[in-house]
């Protein structure tokens, strides 16, 4: 079975970082996309950064941009979000959601994984 695992949230200090994994399963990696969102309180799911496994495409919302990347180890199955100078405004909920690769980036998400909480406190 398809299964996506989110996981590296807690809580952590402005300018501080996390490391969030996404652990997939249940299918060919390499056949899919990766994407993360997130989601605030009052605020609408938002894209954050997306990965197509198959050939390294990556992609990052413009608020994160320099600050946050996304990279695949295909041997393991996994993709990861590295969050460095973290924000206020980074606090919400992350997930990590499958698409076929030949998506539009962020649409398509077929499967999701529980969200893990990022806290950013100033």
């Known amino acids: 079975e398809v299964q996506l695992q989110a996981s590296g949230g807690g809580l952590v200090q402005a300018g501080g970082s996390l490391r969030l994994s996404c652990s997939a399963s249940?299918?060919?990696?390499?056949?899919?996309?990766i994407g993360w969102f997130r989601q605030a309180p009052g605020k609408e799911r938002e894209g954050v950064s997306y990965?197509?496994?198959?050939?390294?495409?990556?992609l990052y919302t413009n608020s994160v941009k320099g600050r946050f990347t996304i990279s695949s180890d295909n041997a393991k199955n996994t993709v990861y979000l590295q969050m460095n100078s973290l924000k206020r405004e980074d606090t919400a909920v992350y997930f990590c959601?499958?698409?076929?690769?030949?998506?539009?980036?962020?649409?398509?998400?077929?499967?999701w994984g529980k969200g893990t909480l990022v806290t950013v406190s100033s």
């Open positions: 249940g299918f060919t990696f390499d056949d899919y996309a």
């Open positions: 959601a499958r698409s076929p690769r030949w998506s539009v980036p962020f649409f398509g998400m077929d499967y």
């Open positions: 990965i197509r496994n198959s050939d390294g495409y990556t």
